[in-house]
């Protein structure tokens, strides 16, 4: 990207930049979130009918609410997973990046 000549091209260089990025996370989240359904899909029809078998009145169920939102039941139980994709930037110095919750290794 050349260098910007103004306030209002560094201002458009700031915004495609990041616009690429979220675009990218959304991208990669979205893909990650669709094998997760499919897994949770799959984990219902496989253990529904077995379970079933067993104990009639447990019931396992998966479901979609809308593209960003599924659950899992398991008889009272639910597992509810929830597609987020906002990006958060922080500065190299900034406390966040040195815990263990970003770097898990540390």
């Known amino acids: 990207m050349k260098k910007p000549e103004s306030k209002i091209e560094e201002i458009q260089q700031l915004l495609c930049r990041k616009s690429k990025t979220k675009q990218q996370v959304y991208e990669i989240t979205n893909e990650v979130f669709i094998q997760l359904k499919e897994v949770m899909h799959g984990m219902a029809e496989k253990f529904g009918p077995a379970i079933s078998d067993e104990a009639p009145n447990v019931e396992v169920k998966y479901s979609e609410h809308g593209n960003f939102e599924a659950h899992l039941k ?33």
Not at 77 to 86: E, F, G, L, R, S
Not at 87 to 93: C, L, Q, R
Not at 95 to 104: D, F, I, S
């Open 74 to 106: 398991f008889s009272g139980d639910t597992i509810v997973v929830m597609m987020h994709t906002n990006v958060f930037d922080f500065d190299n110095n900034h406390h966040v990046g040195k815990t263990k919750y970003v770097h898990p290794g540390l």
